[in-house]
């Protein structure tokens, strides 16, 4: 009795085995977990090439570097439309994801240059609570002794106040708090670029001008002499990890920046 039930089986195996050979449907499909971009592979090894998105009346590139880490940070870079899109209102949002067991950032850089003038960004996330690994970066760059920047990151010491203006090269590189009122975030962040000079201004609020005394945050300016000349730089936005080292809550970011105005170029939503 035992022989024969082993016979069945074996008889029952090779048929089932047949079966899966002959019938594709039998082949296990691999689970996909859907957000509210896209559909995500659980690893980022697909890209999108030449990818690019449209915001603030221009198109963006979008920095993509998934298979070895590299460039600010030394870091993954993502064009996944899971890490860079703009809303139906015309905001633009840049997420830093764990992907895997990796983390990935993201950048968008200008087509075009817009050389010297006023450049001007609202951005309405609180960025004093990002954790203290975390860098989110508006700038012109041609060559790192070409670089104009406002950031806001701790730089890994939450000691530190959360912005800073910075021409790179230069030694002139200023921190400063944001000094939030109350539960509104929305800040405006400038600088406006001459020959002569590099004037920054930071206040509460989106508008054209500092609407009033009491709504400044910081202002500083640069004149020494190793201002950047306009050439060939690219006005860029970023959102990183210091060194590569992830967030010490090991949770995912975005920075959400409701509008961007370039020299010769004004935008509204």
């Known amino acids: 009795m035992k022989k024969i039930a082993v016979i069945l089986v074996i008889s029952i195996l090779c048929v089932l085995k047949s079966a899966v050979a002959q019938d594709k449907s039998f082949v296990p499909k691999a689970d996909k977990t859907v957000d509210q971009h896209e559909q995500v592979a659980t690893t980022e090894s697909q890209s999108y090439p030449n990818r690019t998105i449209q915001f603030a009346g221009i198109t963006w590139d979008i920095y993509n570097l998934t298979t070895s880490k590299g460039y600010a940070g030394k870091n993954y870079w993502s064009n996944s439309p899971s890490s860079v899109w703009v809303d139906k209102k015309g905001r633009l949002h840049l997420k830093i994801r764990k992907v895997g067991d990796e983390w990935y950032c993201a950048e968008i850089s200008a087509q075009k240059s817009f050389g010297y003038g006023e450049y001007r960004f609202n951005v309405s996330s609180n960025v004093e609570a990002y954790d203290p690994n975390i860098v989110v970066g508006f700038f012109t760059y041609e060559t790192d002794k070409r670089e104009i920047d406002i950031e806001f990151s701790y730089w890994a010491n939450k000691a530190k106040y959360a912005g800073s203006y910075t021409v790179q090269a230069t030694g002139f590189s200023v921190p400063f708090p944001l ?79 409701d509008a961007v105005y370039m020299p010769t170029v004004s935008y509204h939503k």
């Open 179 to 257: 000094k939030y009122q109350g539960a509104n975030y929305k800040s405006t962040h400038k600088f406006t670029w001459t020959p002569t000079s590099i004037d920054y201004q930071s206040y509460h609020g989106f508008s054209a001008t500092l609407p009033s005394p009491d709504s400044l945050i910081y202002s500083n300016s640069y004149t020494g002499d190793k201002i950047p000349p306009a050439g060939k730089e690219k006005l860029k936005i970023n959102f990183w990890l210091y060194k590569g080292v992830p967030p010490t809550n090991l949770q995912e970011a975005e920075v959400v920046i």
